[in-house]
Every structure is written in structure tokens, then in C-alpha cells.
């Protein structure tokens, strides 16, 4: 059941908040999808049986499951290198029509390496654009109606949502998603209701959920598992999306809640564990 909303500062039900890297775990979703209809016959196979156009590149020997734990070993560092310049390069491409600057594909084929795929993690804005590219290859058709086919109309989501493109209509899926608070709410629930939408219909592969919050080295688990870091501890089982600006959509299975958070503070250090505090008051009070 629903229990509380409010908006402050300028927000309200119908804004369709720039969500940032929360786009990431919605990526990570499509893939699980993509796996469980076998368009992607494994997570071990190279990024390069999807992607042709990166056979020879710094790709090369990157495995999807390296991409979605952020262990391709590509260089990468999202502020103040590789995110500000890739926006402002596929920026000049757009308004000069290919004349200057760089599409999506082009600036990833293009990053450098600084150690073997899936020895280190490495937070990597990169990773989850290749899983995006691949994706548009998979399916034939672009990340949007992958998200809408697969996602948003089966869950029964309340709002139309935005992505950001390229010039040539490729999403950028390491940011990029413009969703209402409600919505990402949904699709917090799918998660904590093993990949089921409100209706019980069966949206991502209970799985690929699982594994997704899988930190246990041990068992194959990542430093943010799925691109579902975890918060509260390990032993917690607290897990979320998140964000730049502190955007949040965090999933709490033992307490049974999952709860959304927007924002536009980017260096506030306050906000983060603010937030987690609110959940657990909310848990405890309904426990």
C-alpha cells in the first residue's frame, strides 16, 4: 500500500525528475530481461558479440556480466573528465550535424584501459552505455521502446517518461531517464517483490534481482552488486538506485518499503544518510 508523499522546493506529482545514474539499475533491468528471453545467450559473453563495431577496441574481452558489475577495466572518471566531456562533445555533434564533436558510440570506442576486464571495480559511466548499445542491438529498435515494451507499460506506470539521445537516437543510459516520483516507486516495488509489478505479473526474472543485490565476492557478487549499491550495511539487505543530486529509489525487503527521494543537492553530504534515516523511522513505525 501507498503511505506518504510530499514535494518541496518546487517538485510536484507530475515533475519528471532527471534521475541521473538511477537510470544505471533501470539499465541493469532491461539486461536481466534481455538474458531471460535469451536475446543475450550468456553474461559471460563478450561485449563484442553484440557490439561488432567494438571488436579490436579497448572492449575487447569485456563480458556483459564485467559491464554490469563496473569491472570492464576501461578508464573512467565521471566528474570532471569522461561525463562533462562526452555531454559536451555529443553536444557540438548535435548542433553542428556531425561536423564537430562525438555520437555516444564514437566517444566509447575511443576510452583507454587501465587494468583486465573484471579484476577491479571501478565506478564506470561508461559500462552501463555499452549494456545500453547493446541493447539497442539486441532488439532492433531504440532504448526507448525497450524501456516501454519491457518495463513501463507491463508494470502499468502511471507517467510517460523521457530518455536523453545522441544525434542518431542512442540513449545515453548512464544518466539520462526523466521519470515522476511515483513511477520510480513502481519500479522500486518490482525489486522488492522479486521482479513482480503491483499486479503480480512477472517484469524482470527473479534472478537477475537477486543477483542484483549480491555483494558476497564468494558467489560471483560485485562491490555494487547489479548497479544496485547497498545501503545500511550488508548485512542489512538494504539496497538502492541512486543517483547525482541524491536522487534515490531504496528498497528495504526486511522492513517491506521502498521509498523515493529526488533532489538537486549535489554536495550536500547530509542528504544521504538523512534519507536512510527517514526509511527506517517509516519501517519501524509500520513494523
Do not use: C
Amino acid at each position: 500500500r501507498f503511505v506518504y508523499d510530499t514535494y518541496e522546493n518546487g517538485f510536484n506529482p507530475n515533475t519528471r525528475q532527471h534521475v541521473w545514474s538511477v537510470t544505471k539499475s533501470v539499465t541493469s533491468a532491461l539486461v536481466g530481461i534481455a538474458v531471460a528471453e535469451g536475446r543475450v545467450g550468456s553474461i559471460n559473453d563478450p561485449i563484442t558479440k553484440y557490439i561488432p563495431d567494438a571488436i579490436g577496441t579497448v572492449w575487447e574481452g569485456v563480458t556483459v556480466k564485467n559491464l554490469v558489475q563496473m569491472k570492464s577495466g576501461t578508464y573512467w572518471v565521471d566528474v570532471p573528465i569522461h561525463q562533462p566531456e562526452q555531454l559536451v562533445l555529443m553536444g557540438a555533434d548535435f548542433h553542428s550535424n556531425g561536423l564537430f564533436g562525438m555520437t555516444r558510440d564514437e566517444y566509447l570506442l575511443r576510452i583507454t584501459r587501465v587494468s583486465p576486464p573484471g579484476t577491479f571495480y571501478r565506478y564506470n559511466s561508461g559500462d552501463p552505455q555499452m549494456l545500453a548499445w547493446m541493447l539497442e542491438n539486441i532488439y532492433e529498435k531504440p532504448y526507448a521502446e525497450i524501456l516501454s515494451e519491457k518495463i513501463w507499460q507491463p508494470a502499468g506506470m502511471q507517467d510517460d517518461a523521457l530518455v536523453m539521445v545522441d544525434r542518431l537516437g542512442n540513449t545515453f543510459a548512464s544518466m539520462g531517464l526523466f521519470a515522476t516520483a511515483r513511477d520510480m516507486l513502481r519500479f522500486g516495488e518490482i525489486y522488492r517483490q522479486g521482479g513482480r509489478s503491483l499486479d503480480g505479473k512477472q517484469i524482470v526474472p527473479e534472478a537477475w534481482v537477486r543477483e542484483s543485490s549480491n555483494y558476497d565476492k564468494a558467489r560471483g557478487g560485485g562491490s555494487r552488486g547489479y548497479m544496485w549499491p547497498h545501503w545500511g550495511g550488508v548485512e542489512s539487505g538494504n539496497y538502492t538506485a541512486a543517483g547525482f543530486g541524491h536522487q534515490r529509489v531504496g528498497v528495504s525487503p526486511s522492513m517491506r518499503l521502498v521509498g523515493v527521494r529526488y533532489g538537486n543537492d549535489p554536495i550536500d553530504s547530509v542528504a544521504p544518510a538523512e534519507w536512510e534515516a527517514v526509511m527506517e523511522a517509516v519501517g519501524r513505525h509500520f513494523e
